[in-house]
Each structure stands twice: as structure tokens, then as C-alpha cells.
């Protein structure tokens, strides 16, 4: 079990998710640049109380992490989170800015890679988003590559997500997964999900059928030592509530030509062609995304449950052992 970080005067966390990390109760992590960065104001702040509810549904205990005034918050209240949907000039901070934030007393929302981290610190095991950030198409030139990827393959958090976006280069984001030696498991699939799309059109390397699957699979890596980096459990939308085929290629031709248009590279890339497919897809896009979501924090409340009991019982398993051994 990680060693949960002491409070101090950088990082506090939410009473809730303190009392359910010492009974042992299920906690999931949840990132907040989808929400300030990816989703539109003022849907965003039902949003996120929904996507708290759908973990509470699973079974375990929601943490929304955000910097606030230079501190790092583990679980947020509904005024914070509020606070985070509604400041237009909140940054987007992945790990290395974090400590920044903190230092210059800033606000910022953050990505996969620094809630993981942060997340870890906690304690917290599991972790739900949309899509995970991944390399983009002409990385070779570019060198984009988004820092969840190097983030996730050292730090032991399952991400619970829709894949990534085909505004990526999936392919090749599988790759460098590989690479980094974290596992990709589809949960019910056997493909590799396109975030607005059920399959993305590359094969998982592993599929598990439940909750309880995924999360013994979490067990056993920590049992092993073999969980240096974190899992991706990626979770499709349904076929018949996917985006449709031809509003989807239509959306990225259009998006990838913007993004030439107005230059636009590093950090903003992300946030400005969420913005772009949410106002030119006439709601689908944000439809889409919202119910990926909800459906990847549901599920993750029911790994993160399951992670829990297993851990518990593995622990109480292993002192019986200990006692019954002889002295
Ligand atoms: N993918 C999405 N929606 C998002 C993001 C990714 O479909 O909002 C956000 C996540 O916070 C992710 C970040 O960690 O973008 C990746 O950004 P970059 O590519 O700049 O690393
Ligand atoms: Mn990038």
C-alpha cells in the first residue's frame, strides 16, 4: 500500500477522502482541465458534480484534484469545484508546473499526468478521465508527445479512460505504451477505443470482463513488485452511441486544418479542438463526451471498490499466514 502524504501547508485533503482512505474504502481520483479546459461553461459544473455522483454510484469516494491558491486539493467541495469551471483564467498544469503554482500562490486545473501523480501521493489508486493525452500525428517533427504517457509508466494508478482521440496518432500512442511498459486492458473489447468512437481501429493487447477482473490485475502487479507504472483500462462507448463516422473525420480534417491555421501547438493544442468540435458538431461531441465520462467514473468507482475489498482481504490473508507460521 503507498504511504499516504502528510498534509501540509501545499496540499490538503478533503476530509471525505481522508476517512475513506483510512477505512479502507475505495477512492477514485478525477481530473480538472476536462472540466475547466474541455468541457463549456456553465455545463461544466453539473457536469462535474455528475461525474462525482457516477463514482459514488460505483461504490467508492470521489476526489476531484485541483490547485487553489498555491495549494494542491485532494477533493474538492461544490464551491471549489464551482470555482474551477468558472475562473477563465485557470491554468492547465501538468507535473512540472505544479510545483510552480505552488510556489508563485497560482490556480491551476490539472491533466492526466499531474492528478496521477498527485493522486498517488494520496494514496489513491484509480484514477477516471476522458481520453488520455497521447503522441500527435507528426510527433516526429513536432516532438509532442503529451507527458500523461511518461507520467503513467511511473507512477502505479490504473486511468480509467475512453482511449484517445483520433486527433492523435493511436497507433503510435499504443507504442510508446508499450514502450513504457504499461499494460492496456479493454474492458469488454478486444479494440482499442477512439474516444468519440467505440474502436479506434488498433487492437488491445488485453481484455478483462469486469471490475474485479481489472482490479486483480492492480493487485496482483503490487503483490509482484511489477507496478513501477500505472494501467490503462480503456473503456469504449457503446457502437450505438458513438459519434457518428462520417461527423467524426469531418471534425478532426476540420480541427487538425484549424490548428495550422492559427498556429496553434503545445498545451493550447487539446483545449482548442474540444472547443472547436463543441462548437461545430451541433452537440454531438460534447453528448459523446459526457457520457464517456460518466461511464468511465462509474466504472472506476466499481475498480476502485474492488481494489479496495482485495487489498483487505489479501492483507488479512497474509497475517493469518504470519500467525499461523511456526515461531
Ligand atoms: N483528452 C481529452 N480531453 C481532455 C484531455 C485529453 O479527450 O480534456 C486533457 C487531459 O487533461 C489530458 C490533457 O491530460 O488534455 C493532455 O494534454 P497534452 O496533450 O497537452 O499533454
Ligand atoms: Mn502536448
Known amino acids: 500500500m503507498p504511504q499516504p502524504l502528510p498534509e501540509s501547508d501545499l496540499l490538503v485533503v478533503h476530509e471525505e477522502v481522508l476517512e475513506a482512505l483510512d477505512a479502507g474504502v475505495g477512492v477514485v481520483a478525477l481530473e480538472s482541465t476536462i472540466l475547466a479546459h474541455g468541457l463549456p461553461h456553465p455545463d461544466n459544473i ?9 463514482v459514488r454510484s460505483g461504490g467508492s469516494v470521489p476526489a476531484t484534484i485541483a490547485v487553489l491558491d ?5 477533493g474538492l467541495g461544490e464551491q471549489e469545484v464551482e470555482r474551477v469551471c468558472t475562473d477563465p483564467d485557470i491554468a492547465k498544469l501538468s507535473v512540472r508546473d505544479v510545483g510552480v503554482a505552488a510556489a508563485l500562490g497560482l490556480s491551476g486545473a490539472t491533466t492526466v499526468a499531474s492528478t496521477s ?7 489513491i489508486r484509480v484514477f477516471a478521465t476522458g481520453g488520455l493525452g497521447g503522441v ?6 513536432t516532438f509532442d508527445v503529451s ?3 511518461g507520467v ?4 502505479p494508478v490504473l486511468v480509467v479512460c475512453a482511449g484517445v482521440k483520433s486527433i492523435l496518432d493511436v497507433a503510435g500512442t499504443l507504442e510508446t505504451l508499450e514502450t513504457l511498459s504499461v499494460p492496456v486492458l479493454g474492458y469488454r473489447t478486444d479494440a482499442f477505443p477512439g474516444f468519440y468512437l467505440s474502436d479506434s481501429g488498433q487492437p488491445v493487447p488485453w481484455r478483462v470482463e469486469s471490475a474485479a477482473e481489472a482490479a486483480r490485475v492492480v493487485v496482483a502487479r503490487a503483490r509482484l513488485g511489477t507496478d513501477a507504472a500505472g494501467v490503462v483500462l480503456a473503456n469504449p462507448l457503446p457502437v450505438d452511441r458513438q459519434v457518428e463516422r462520417s461527423l467524426h473525420d469531418r471534425l478532426v480534417e476540420e480541427g487538425l486544418a484549424l490548428l495550422e491555421r492559427e498556429g496553434v501547438h503545445g498545451k493550447d493544442v487539446t483545449p482548442r479542438l474540444l472547443e472547436y468540435f463543441h462548437e461545430s ?12 465520462v460518466l461511464s468511465n467514473a462509474l466504472l472506476a468507482g466499481e475498480v476502485a471498490a474492488e481494489v479496495a475489498a482485495q487489498s483487505a482481504a489479501q492483507s488479512a490473508a497474509q497475517s493469518v499466514g504470519a500467525g499461523a507460521a511456526p515461531a
Request: net charge negative.
Open 46 to 54: 453539473e457536469i462535474g458534480a455528475r461525474i462525482e455522483d457516477a
Open 70 to 74: 498555491g495549494v494542491v486539493h485532494i
Open 117 to 123: 501523480a498527485l493522486a498517488h501521493l494520496a494514496g
Open 136 to 141: 500527435h500525428r507528426g510527433a516526429s517533427e
Open 147 to 149: 507527458a500523461d504517457l
Open 152 to 155: 503513467i509508466a511511473s507512477t
Open 281 to 292: 458538431s451541433g452537440g454531438e461531441s460534447l453528448r459523446a463526451n459526457v457520457e464517456l
